[in-house]
């Protein structure tokens, strides 16, 4: 993939984000299944879940690129958060 990732269309910017995330099946990871469901019974968030999104740049898709952010359609936003 080339350019930012502000440029890449919808279904390549949710393939970056999924590489970040890593493999669900996994045994651990803040984006494991185990964690996620561990953590989901407690109402908490795993340990690292938020450091990883936030050095993969997601809080700018939740900005529209007119005021500063990444957010371009609402099909990115909608696709981005369903890989969450």
């Known amino acids: 993939m080339s350019g930012p990732a502000g440029e890449r269309p919808a279904h390549a910017l949710v393939a970056d984000l999924e590489r970040k995330l890593g ?3 996994a045994e651990s990871g803040p984006f494991s299944f185990a964690e996620i469901v561990a953590h989901e019974e407690n109402d908490s968030l795993p340990p690292g879940a938020v450091e990883l999104l936030r050095s ?3 809080s700018g898709y939740l900005v ?3 005021f500063g952010g990444r957010l371009r359609n609402l099909e990115d ?3 981005l958060t369903r890989t969450l």
């Open 23 to 25: 493999d669900p099946a």
């Open 56 to 58: 993969w740049g997601f």
């Open 64 to 66: 529209p690129e007119d």
């Open 77 to 79: 936003l909608f696709l």
